[in-house]
């Protein structure tokens, strides 16, 4: 695990009578579980820190070390005075910066022992190496080794880029998971006279308001084939669930909505006089993908080049990969306009301003906002 204060620097793992933590060498910060604090700290302390996390009511500076979530800066009376605590309500670490620990009254028990300072030239080795392959993986080294479940090899080998490390939530993504099911249903339904429910269904630019405007929507749920098909499904699945459990469920089918039809409106736009008829769900999807990566930016995704035949992985972080792909549309788009191609970069790109718009305002209502003005910006984006 990193040190959530200080930036690629590996916390080195301890142990006393009561169980693990971690300390950073450079800031003296240490990372413990909330359990083993309760066994440490006086009950009415602990409460306070637990009970104040789980009300959302306050600045969240710092990314927990074992997870990707914001850590809550709780604010707790102790014997020095007002201290801030880091806490996750998620996984429930807490991170304690130099000189906390002793500022927290404790229970009648020793304090957590600090790590020996002395370590053997191998062991110093192995953490060097470790701490030198963190920084690689975080500036997109090339990186040998593969996905940990082997179906993931399928989307890989396809071109498709791989949740390395997936932000953690709560709930279940059942509008997530029922997109997917009526999508399925609709394109299997379609592909039992393709051509005829495509020229039907599809959205055509030069007659765009056909059925009442209707075609904006059921574009959506028509796919050219099944390649195409498993390729949109993959990304909503990867991506909503995540996205959902920030927004909720009437948020996120919003989202999903709103990024459809500024996806359909934009690739109108583009070439209102095309007789081409429009079809897949990758327009509201780019929406769901946008607000994912700026919720998400650290989150890694790993892609599969094949050199020679050899496997290697490039790994990044979600927000960079963002980037390359606006990029990528962009340079689509300026095709699409040429008569080049099959793909509406421009679908893609109308959905992706509506995940950014999507992301300004979740960001602006979180409950902390009024704090986070006062402390300043407290995201790395």
């Not at 620097?9 to 950073?24: D, I, P, S, Y």
């Not at 932000?167 to 393709?194: E, H, Q």
Request: charged residues 20%; hydrophobic residues 45%.
């Amino acid at each position: 695990m990193d040190c959530p204060k200080c930036q690629h620097v590996a916390l080195l793992r301890c142990q006393n009578e009561f169980g693990n933590f971690w300390h950073c060498e450079r800031c003296e910060g240490t990372a413990v579980t909330l359990p083993l604090l309760r066994r440490l700290v006086g009950r009415s302390t602990i409460n306070a820190l637990w009970q104040g996390a789980r009300q959302w009511d306050y600045p969240e500076r710092c990314q927990c070390p074992g997870c990707d979530n914001r850590m809550e800066e709780v604010p707790i009376q102790t014997p020095a005075g007002e201290r801030k605590i880091d806490v996750c309500s998620h996984c429930q670490f807490v991170w304690l910066d130099a000189g906390e620990w002793e500022d927290l009254p404790h229970a009648d028990v020793e304090p957590v022992a600090q790590p020996k300072r002395q370590r053997s030239p191998a062991m110093t080795e192995r953490q060097a190496m470790e701490r030198l392959k963190r920084v690689k993986e975080d500036q997109g080294e090339l990186l040998p080794s593969g996905p940990d479940q082997l179906w993931q090899w399928i989307p890989a080998l396809l071109g498709m880029p791989i949740e390395h490390s997936q932000p953690s939530g709560n709930g279940k993504p059942w509008m997530t998971w029922m997109t997917a099911v009526f999508i399925t249903a609709m394109s299997l339904l379609a592909f039992t006279d393709l051509e005829r429910m495509i020229q039907a269904y599809g959205l055509i630019p030069s007659e765009w308001d056909r059925m009442g405007g209707l075609t904006f929507l059921s574009s959506f749920f028509l796919h050219g084939g099944v390649l195409h098909l498993v390729g949109n499904l993959y990304f909503l699945l990867i991506f909503g669930d995540n996205a959902e459990n920030e927004l909720g469920s009437g948020k996120f089918l919003l989202l999903l909505f709103a990024a459809i039809f500024a996806g359909d409106l934009l690739h109108v736009a583009y070439d209102p006089y095309s007789t081409i008829p429009c079809v897949g769900a990758s327009g509201g999807i780019s929406g769901v993908i946008a607000f994912y990566a700026l919720r998400f930016p650290t989150a890694r995704l790993s892609i599969l080049h094949l050199f020679f035949f050899y496997p290697v992985w490039f790994r990044l972080r979600a927000i960079w990969a963002f980037g390359v792909w606006i990029l990528l549309q962009i340079y689509l788009s300026y095709a699409q306009i040429q008569g080049l191609g099959t793909v509406s970069a421009a679908a893609h790109i109308g959905g992706a301003i509506v995940g950014v718009f999507a992301w300004f305002i979740w960001r602006l209502n979180r409950p902390d906002q009024k704090r986070e003005q006062m402390y300043g910006d407290r995201r790395d984006v």
